[in-house]
């Protein structure tokens, strides 16, 4: 296991993704915890992109439960529906927002979030059954190199043990 994230300097972010991946594989491999292995992840994203906030809901019933993250405290519990998270759950979609304060029904977890990016992890049924978050203090923050690699990592989190 590595004990930290090598990069090299002065990366376009899809170079940054490129070079995480995988280390991240690296990372994971051998370790047959899903809670270390989701912590170790959320981590290298946190550390290499300084986002505000990354981590993951787990589905439990009628919510969204929080699970491993990097960051500031967050919402606890989320509803079905509610927020970018639960209408990412609910849609099945990833949802891209430039600006959380001009998504209708924004949870407010955090004031210095400004914009976000939420990816459905489904099971081989097409469940969701965890919801991968990041949270920005940056308008417009997210894209779709963020939705292309992250969407990498979700296949890493889905062959998890």
Known sequence: ???ELILSDNLSKEEKYQQLIPQIKALVEGENNEIANLCNI???LKH????LWIGVYTVR????IL???QGPIACTRIQLGRGVSGTAWHKKEVIIVPNVDEFPDHIICNSASKSEIVLPIMNSNGDVYMILDADS??????DKIDEKYLSEIIEIIKSLP
């Open 1 to 3: 296991m590595a004990e």
């Open 42 to 44: 959320m981590a290298a």
């Open 48 to 51: 290499t992109f300084n986002w």
């Open 61 to 64: 019933r009628d919510e969204l």
């Open 67 to 69: 699970g491993p993250f």
């Open 137 to 142: 203090e940056n308008l417009n923050e997210f």
